[in-house]
């Protein structure tokens, strides 16, 4: 793979996939279009991807060298299914899929059809705007791929900006839910404690409890060292 000669397509314009694709955009890829339906994801993907065409899912995944999966999960298996029910999938194209909870075996109806399967999942919350894109650059991302192309989920991590973790294929539910506690405790705690300041007349709670939680999550993870890596 040669770094900025891809045509990527996006199919999903959530909060994920038009900033990954800004990203690889960035890196110099070429974003050839976005399926995006709504209002707000029409507007998300012309404000983060200016001047990328919206197309619908056939076209993309057609004109696509690489097309990023950025579904919710709970449609994502039907989605590749269905696209290669109808022949849609391409001998060597890449097929990029964000979901948390899978590997590369919810890709299995592309990898049949010749494509090549990668799981990339960005450990991060999203906002659906640029902003996101900084916060790339301290984030991981988990890759699950078959041993040949795995170094290419590697560089398309790092041309993200995040630094590339491996998951194997068994862990991935162990990993999303790893993850998914995490998020979720936080964002409760966080919406508890807003409230409370809320309720006592406190101006800007969210200026008063960015600093405590960001040091105690700092402090937290130094209490955790990384274990060694087994030889």
């Not at 619908?56 to 995944?61: A, L, N, Q, R």
């Not at 057609?62 to 590749?80: G, K, N």
């Amino acid at each position: 793979m040669k770094p900025g000669r891809l045509g990527v397509g996006v199919i999903g314009a959530g909060r994920v996939g038009p900033v990954l694709a800004a990203a690889l955009a960035g890196a110099g890829h070429a974003i050839i279009g976005i399926d995006a339906s709504g209002e707000d994801a029409i507007e998300r993907a012309e404000t983060i991807l200016p001047g990328v065409e919206i197309l619908d899912i056939p076209t993309i995944v057609e004109r696509s060298e690489l097309v990023l999966l950025s579904v919710p999960t709970a449609a994502l298996a039907d989605l590749v299914a269905g696209l290669a029910a109808t022949g849609a999938w391409q001998p060597g194209q890449i097929v990029v899929h964000t979901a948390a909870e899978h590997g590369i075996e919810v890709l299995r109806p592309a990898l049949e059809c010749g494509a090549i399967p990668i799981a990339l999942h960005p450990a991060m919350t999203f906002t659906g705007t640029t902003l996101d894109l900084s916060r790339l650059l301290e984030a991981t991302i988990a890759v699950t791929a078959p041993g040949p192309v795995l170094p290419i989920g590697q560089a398309l991590a790092v041309e993200m900006g995040a630094e590339p973790i491996i998951v194997d294929e068994a862990d991935r539910a162990a990993y999303a839910e790893a993850v998914g506690a995490a998020r979720e405790f936080a964002d409760g705690v966080v919406a508890h404690a807003m409230r409370q300041l809320h309720e006592i007349g406190v101006e800007r709670p969210s200026r008063v409890l960015g600093g405590v939680v960001r040091s105690a999550v700092e402090t937290a993870l130094s209490r955790y060292p990384d274990p060694p890596l087994e030889p």
